[in-house]
């Protein structure tokens, strides 16, 4: 069994994920979406769910926003099964496209990739959670 201030830490870090999702699930129906900000909360989302899985298993990491870096920290055992060319694609939506210069506009499609993307991690990692045995309720992600 989890010590009570780790199950919270790793429960903290789903809502937060969650909050960004829902941003997503808000914004995306409107036909004047802010595609590069679905992407970046698409990223946000991920990244929260790896950094709860890394706490989970008890594994540091560093200050970073590269989802890659990340899953790679993930242990074997957790079976994530994720695809590191999504996972580099979501990391660079996520930054590239909010600076000035940025030439391309990111699509609708794309900003939908991004949404799926981070749904993957999602359930990936809830997956590997359940398998764990640990207990989501009292979070969005239940």
Not at 11 to 32: C, M, Q, Y
Not at 79 to 87: A, H, S
């Amino acid at each position: 069994m989890l010590p009570e201030n780790v199950t919270t830490l790793v429960k903290g870090w789903f809502t937060k994920a969650e909050s960004d999702l829902r941003n997503i699930r808000l914004v995306l129906p409107d036909p004047d979406c802010p595609f590069d900000t679905v992407c970046f909360h698409a990223q946000q989302a991920a990244e929260k769910y790896l950094k709860g899985l890394l706490t989970f298993f008890a594994i540091g990491f560093p200050k970073t926003h590269d989802l890659e870096e990340l899953a790679a920290l993930v242990p074997d055992k957790a079976g994530l099964n994720l695809n590191v060319e999504e996972l580099i694609e979501l990391s660079q939506l996520a930054v590239v496209p909010r600076y000035p210069g940025f030439e391309d506009e990111i699509s609708r499609d794309t900003a939908e990739r991004a949404f799926k993307t981070a749904q993957k991690v999602k359930h990936a990692v809830l997956e590997s959670l359940a398998r764990e045995g640990f207990d989501l309720r009292g979070t969005p992600a239940a």
